[in-house]
């Protein structure tokens, strides 16, 4: 198992995130969002992507755009978070992953 970091673009600004990529190649992958209650580099978030990627997934982990991690939220909601979601879709398919699942 590797991680990866990598970045992907969301209405032009980059959004940083984790790639965690199994030692089996497969084309299923799961998108880990945190939601408002929770941080996407936090460690219970590593610890989920690192099991799901044991059982063979790739697991994507990234924070949304407004969120800094420290319980701060600037100018985050539903209607900005989606196009940040399909983004996150968009560059797993780049990378030929042609299931890809919605852990939030």
């Known amino acids: 198992m590797k991680k990866e970091k990598i970045k992907f673009h969301s209405k032009r600004k ?3 995130g984790i790639l965690h990529i199994p030692d089996k190649g497969n084309s ?6 945190h939601g408002f209650g929770g941080f996407a580099f936090d460690k219970p978030f590593e610890d989920v992507a690192e099991n799901l990627c044991r059982n063979d997934f790739k697991v994507l982990r990234f924070a ?7 319980g701060s939220l600037k100018d985050i909601t539903i209607s900005e978070e989606m196009p940040t979601l399909k983004a996150a879709i968009d560059f797993l398919e780049k990378r030929n992953i042609s299931k ?3 852990l939030t």
């Open 28 to 33: 299923r992958a799961i998108i880990m969002v």
């Open 100 to 102: 890809i699942g919605l």
């Open 14 to 16: 980059k959004i940083f």
């Open 64 to 70: 949304f755009r407004g969120y800094d991690g420290n």
